[in-house]
């Protein structure tokens, strides 16, 4: 099923519209999205684009408007291509061709897969023979070598081991390894992780919204002006425990942001539709009002708690937190984990012997830890030659 949509944003600069396109493209599963009025500068469109529109291909006319962008036109490169016939300031004009099929047997399977598992675990690894991306066949580690013994050969990272985010949640501690290629030309990939029960601490964490609730004062203010007995730092070691369950209290009011964002979405949809059938209601209008800015704030502190969460400066510009950008957060995660290393001399260490490799590589560099006598100034080589220096400049002057 192929879907067109129009919006005419009236502007696209605010954070809250730019997660509000780009969530409505997501529900109604899109293939081409025109947005009219984007007020968007030509120096700012790609970065709002990107946000907006992820790895879609767009087109707009800011070229030939004064103040602002007023139209662009985004798709999804896998479905559609497009080709810009004539723009203006009032219009794209442009021929729109649907994509071949190639290739899409082996996803439709996986998406069937995938539904039967559900939320279970689950890898995905060999020869995928494609890239989403042409700079995802490019690394430091060519796993497919196209003449593997001639001149002028294609190198090109094919091999993937995939996994979906609840083995990424599950194995936090799974690493890959592709061995040398050997008599063929794929390289053989090895997963190793560890298996059994494993148990979380959940630990106390504040989040920042919780600032701008209307009893967070007040509350505050209640433990703190109690007295406790002991020592200053026992006193604030008490009064911290007891702020964590008015904290946590404060928490629960808000529930489950996510629920409450769909919900009042929901609700505001619903009374906007009321209000369009009857536009001369003032208690609908009235309704739309509170409906729209309880949306809004729900969405503020949605997008607060996510950044908090993420702790990645260009959150700090406005991103809204996709689902393609926790699982990069989750990939970069374990990329950093080091599994196994190689010393000088060839021995491979893994897992838990990691540490020591590194311990015992530097104090062969830097040596053990001794007492270091620290001389005085009267035997410091510097300083006698320094002053030494010195008395016989001034017996020069005298």
């Known amino acids: 099923m192929i879907k067109f949509a129009s919006w005419n944003i009236r502007g696209l600069n605010a954070l809250i519209k730019q997660r509000e396109v780009r969530d409505f493209i997501r529900v109604k599963s899109l293939s081409l999205c025109c947005i009219i009025e984007s ?31 007023r139209l662009i036109i985004a798709w999804d490169p896998s479905v559609l291509s497009l080709i810009v016939i004539a723009q203006h300031l009032q219009y794209v004009n442009c021929e729109i061709r649907i994509v071949g099929v190639e290739r899409r047997d082996l996803w439709r399977a996986l998406r069937k897969f995938k539904a039967f598992i559900d939320n279970k675990a689950w890898i995905a690894m060999g020869d995928f023979n494609t890239m989403l991306f042409p700079h995802d066949g490019l690394g430091c580690q060519y796993i497919w070598i196209q003449k593997p013994s001639g001149d002028g050969g294609i190198l090109r990272k094919l091999d993937r081991i995939l996994g979906n985010l609840e083995f990424i949640d599950k194995f936090g501690d799974a690493s890959d390894f592709f061995e040398p290629r050997g008599i063929s030309d794929h390289s053989p990939g090895i997963l190793t992780f560890k298996g059994g029960k494993r148990i979380r601490n959940c630990g106390f964490k504040f989040d920042n919204f919780l600032t701008s609730h209307k009893d967070f004062l007040s509350s505050v203010e209640g433990v703190w002006i109690k007295q406790k007995r002991g020592s200053y730092m026992k006193k604030i070691l008490l009064k911290m425990q007891e702020m964590k369950g008015v904290c946590r209290r404060l928490r629960n009011s808000y529930g489950c942001l996510d629920k409450k964002v769909t919900l009042l979405k929901s609700e505001l949809d619903v009374a906007q539709l009321a209000c369009d059938l009857d536009p001369f209601n003032d208690l609908l209008k009235e309704d739309v009002a509170h409906l729209l800015l309880a949306y809004q704030q729900a969405r503020n502190d949605q997008l607060e708690m996510v950044k908090q969460k993420a702790k990645i400066s260009w959150l700090n510009e406005g991103d809204g937190n996709s689902k393609f950008f926790f699982h990069s957060m989750k990939e970069k995660r374990n990329r950093n984990h080091i599994a196994a290393i190689k010393d000088s001399r060839g021995m491979v260490f893994e897992h838990d012997e990691v540490p020591k490799a590194f311990i015992t590589h530097f104090s062969g560099i830097l040596g053990t830890f001794d007492a270091m006598v620290n001389p005085s100034m009267e035997d410091c080589v510097f300083y006698r030659s320094f002053f030494n220096g010195i008395s016989a400049i001034n017996s020069t002057h005298y």
């Open 39 to 69: 007020k968007v500068l030509p120096s700012n469109l790609g970065d709002v684009s990107g946000r907006v529109f992820g790895s879609w291909n767009w087109v707009s006319n800011g070229l030939s408007c004064t103040q602002g962008t």
